[in-house]
Every structure is written in C-alpha cells, then in structure tokens.
C-alpha cells in the first residue's frame, strides 16, 4: 500500500512508523513545508521518500493522510484535489471536524466517497519527525467521523488503518 503524509511531524509520523511496524504500508511518502523537516523524516525513518502535491505523488496513492494543523487543511486540499487518483482514499487526523468537513465539501467535493474524517485522541506538547513514536496510538481513540457520501470500503479502510496503530477505534 502506497501512503502519502502530509505532516510528517508527532501525529503524521506517529502513524507512519506504526503502519510500518503493523508491515501495512509499502511505502511511505511525507510531504511538508520544509526540505529540512522532511530529510530528518528520512534520516529518522518516518518516511520512504518526498513527495509533493503533484499527480507524480498522488495519482497511484491507495491512502492520502492529513496530519498537518487544521488551519492548513484547505489550501492543501484545493492543491490535491486535481491530482487524487480514482481510488485514493483521503483522512485526515485533524483536532476538530466540523471545520474540516467543511473545508472537504468546499475543495474535495468530487472525492467525498473517499474522505474519512477522523480525530485521534492522543497527541503531546512535542513536535517534528523526531517526537513520532510506533506505539503513540496504542491503546488510545480515535474517533472516525464518517461523511453521509463514504464508501463503505473507505471507511473500513481508514478503520482498518488506525486499528493497525493499535488504536481503539470508535465511530
């Protein structure tokens, strides 16, 4: 399974090193604002590779994860809109919902079947690639807050991923 992260930091790379610790994911592809903080990813192991918001990245991505601070969630869903592949699913681990959901409907409007929101219930007061752990979702909620348009498949998909990181998943 090929996974794109945007936001590679405590929440994103927590759960790109528990996916590879479940052996979930082929591949792991961060994207974030800094060159600097992605080449630590790398070094650290977060990730595989970069990528970007571009069709190279995301056109065969089974999973597109939006682990970066809700107040950048629309700009970088208008920039992966065109780009999502037929059968990309999109989460995101964003703290609220109602804003997100909001900014799904204005930007993902075509790829609704394939959004999951989803609000993990764990965290911490450190970030960056280096304060992601494999077990931060261990034993913690994480709530999915399904959309009237999803698939049934995407939001088993998105179940099936957090339960992956060990996380007691409720909906």
């Known amino acids: 399974m090929k996974i794109v992260i945007f936001g590679v930091g405590l929440i994103g790379g927590s759960f790109a090193l528990a996916l590879k610790q479940a052996k979930v994911a082929k591949k792991i592809i ?3 604002r800094t060159r600097a903080s992605l080449d630590n990813a790398i070094s ?3 990730i595989d590779a970069i990528g970007d918001a571009d069709a190279v990245t995301l056109n065969d991505a089974d999973i597109v994860m939006l ?3 809700v107040g950048q969630m629309g700009e970088v869903m208008a920039r992966i809109a065109p780009h999502l592949g037929a059968n990309t699913i999109v989460a995101d681990a ?3 919902k109602q804003d997100v959901v909001a900014l799904a409907y204005q930007h993902l409007a075509a790829h609704l079947a394939r959004f999951v929101p989803a609000h993990p219930i764990a965290g911490g007061e450190v970030s960056g690639a280096s304060a992601a752990r494999a077990d931060l979702y261990r ?8 959309l009237k348009e999803n698939s049934l498949e995407a939001i088993k998909k998105i179940h099936g991923l957090w339960q992956a990181c060990g996380a007691e998943v409720r909906e």
């Open 94 to 96: 964003g703290s609220t």
């Open 44 to 46: 650290l192991g977060v």
């Open 67 to 69: 682990a970066m601070p």
């Open 30 to 32: 961060g994207v974030g």
């Open 139 to 146: 034993n913690k909620k994480v709530v999915i807050t399904p």
